[in-house]
């Protein structure tokens, strides 16, 4: 079996999580819903092909609210699985209120960074006043911001460029490839944010994107801009599964690379530095 790192996966327990954004009355019009909609653990991660080490599991809306309910869940839910955390907290919050929180979450041993999706119109939020200190608190905790929106949204990705230039020891992570999409004019922001050493970038969440770059051009786009060390591939699972199984997106990623050092680093050895895991 080939042993790998994933560093975006969701796990589920609709009885005893909210998952308001799933279950509630405007679900996402994604295809093969249902197999979405459903539990998900960590033993629908065993496959013939690929052994999963440790993984990363990011926030999923178990009760945004009260996060730090989510980092217990896991805690009795994923061991002895290896992983890291990211739970949700609004980068937006009043600085001394968001500092509370953090402290809060940052007793879990396993936590890593934070989530707040900012996609689309949301995306405005990281001009937010707010921000950039919330960020350099996580950076004195020594967390990161897992980032999540379009590169073709330039104010924005200049912006995150200038957090990480003005705060050199915050590491940030985009999420999904920054949602590279072949009808927008991504170019700029990506040369923005590579040229930062504290961002790295997941190859995942194409089944996110309407118009996705062939794989093998994104990968190379992706190793272009951000080199070998700052590039993971990911899963996104269970909401891969609007296109691929498990076994089969990751069959796909070892497909890609031919260099069995380059598969290393991007499959396993990326993502153990980067959320330290052991």
Known sequence: MIPIID???HFFDLEKGQYHWLTGTNPPPWPNLSLIKANHHKAQLNNPTFLV??????????????PYQELEWLEQTVPPLQYGAIAYLDITLKPCLFSQQLKALAQSRCLRGIRDITEGND???LLHKHVQ??????????????AQFELHLH??????????????SLQIILNHAGLLDTDTPYHSGLSALSQCHNIAIKFSGREHVASPLEPKECLTLLLSYFGEERVMFASNYPVCLIRQQYEALWLSYHALVEDNALWQKLSYHNAKRLYRLK
């Open 7 to 9: 560093p975006h996966i």
């Open 155 to 168: 104010n924005i990705a200049y912006q995150v460029a200038q957090y990480c230039l003005q705060l050199p």
């Open 123 to 125: 995306a405005e939020r």
């Open 133 to 146: 200190k919330n960020l350099a608190t996580l950076s004195q905790y020594q967390l990161h911001f897992e």
């Open 53 to 66: 080490k440790a993984i990363v599991h990011i926030e999923a809306g178990f009760n945004n609210d009260q």
